[in-house]
């Protein structure tokens, strides 16, 4: 496939990204302080995000699965969750953290649980999503490519 090609898919990707709420203009923003000094700011922060929420997202299972869960706990975990998924512009992990506060907050064991599942599958499907936005911007950059500047006016 040809440099402009994949330009073009990747600028179509991308958008497609923030129409169905996967992203939102924070992402956009973290693109911005991406620099020829440092090349993969992007993708070194989101692995970080990649990275913390698998730990969170453990802690959270673990800690629902006591006989009797430690809600502030729960909850200093799901803060921090969303607080790192807003960071990086992941809007419907964000969002689906919001809910889940609100059960912990209620301390419904039940209803924390099903939100914990609804967090895990936005996660994995933004990292999902994420991963292959970054393999096609590696197969431009390898074909002597640059990345398309994106800005939020689709």
Known sequence: MEVGQMQRQWVDYTKSLFLE???????LQLQQLQDESNP???VEV???FFEDSE???????????QPS???????????????SSSSIGAQRV???CIAFRNFCEEQ???ACLRCLQQVKQEYYLVKNKLENLFRLEQQIVTAGGSIPIMELSF
């Open 21 to 27: 709420g996967s992203l939102d203009a924070q992402f």
């Open 40 to 42: 993969d700011f992007v």
């Open 46 to 48: 989101v692995s970080l």
């Open 55 to 65: 730990k969170l997202l453990n802690d959270l299972t673990r800690t629902l699965d």
């Open 69 to 83: 869960a430690d809600f502030k706990l729960v909850d200093a975990h799901v803060h921090q969750l969303k607080g």
């Open 94 to 96: 964000k969002n689906a």
């Open 108 to 110: 419904n064991t039940e």
